[in-house]
């Protein structure tokens, strides 16, 4: 396993997380085994959400399995996201918000504090200056020890920052192979012919490397938002065979090259796994062994639908 420090953040923390969004549909027995597998495989650190399974289910069952895990609170980094309320059809940075939304998270997790707090999706009425005295008094109380966001706009962060003083250290963003425009822009700056040379993000992964923002790699395997995976799907014949050959090279599995590919990328990103299979837990985490050179990384990319301009 890699591991890397956040800048103003956690220290020595896993590149590869494990994400709990699909733990609601495991018995408690089943999410220890994950937890377990994972820390074993040398992830210390776990994506929440108040919105993950319904009244924050994957919350709960967290809590239901970890001590059948062995593990201590401290052996682990606890990261939770708030701000998306699918159940009222809105999304919320109120403080009141933000500030009931920690302490739902804290009990359904039975935690004291979470290590990390992101501010989900943005709020269209997001008052900076709330968001501030939100993480002031959770700051203040202990409860939340690190803040970030995830899928923000520069701009957005710049927003945030002119108020909230605590320095804002991750951006959980999508990013895959096949979901790549987070770093596809650059590459046809200035290209009518495409659109790829469209800008999405206002060069968030340029604004987070600049402002030490560590970027977090969220559905690392998925087609679109949801549509599935890519890995071994018929649709991807290229993108398959690249990532065959690599893997066969390396004695490693296709999901563990395409998590490697990501890891690959200078910006020193970590990746947001969320299989909750052990077998899929320990395939992908050999990604750390992986080695993509710099010509892998380009075939990889170009194998996924992309071509030099
Ligand atoms: N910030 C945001 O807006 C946001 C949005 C979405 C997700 N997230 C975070 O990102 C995490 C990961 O998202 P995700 O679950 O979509 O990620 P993913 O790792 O891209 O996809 C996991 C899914 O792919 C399946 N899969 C099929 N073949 C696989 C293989 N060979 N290896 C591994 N998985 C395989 C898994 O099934 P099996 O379980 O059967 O392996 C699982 O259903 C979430 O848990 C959440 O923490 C954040």
Redesign the pocket.
Known sequence: MKYINIANGPQQVSAIIQ????MPALSKEGAAKVIRTAFDCGINFF?HATCYGESGAAETRFCEAFPLTGLKREDIVIQS?CGLCFDRNEFDWTKENILSSVDDSLRRLGVEYLDTLLL??PDLLFDPEEVAEAFNLLEQAGKVRFFGV??LMPMQIELLKKYVKQPLVIN?VQL?LEQSQLIDQPLYMNNKTTDFSISRDGSALDYCRLHDITVQA?????IGM?GG?F?DNPDFPELNKALGEIAEREHA?K?AVAIAWILRHPAKMQA??????PA?IK??CAAGDVTISHHDWYALYLASGKFLP
């Open positions: 994400g709990c969004m699909r994506d996201k989900h999706r995830s899928n959980q895959s969220w559905s690392p395997l998925q949801f995976t890995i599995s999901a947001i796994i969320g299989t909750m299979n899929h395939d992908i």
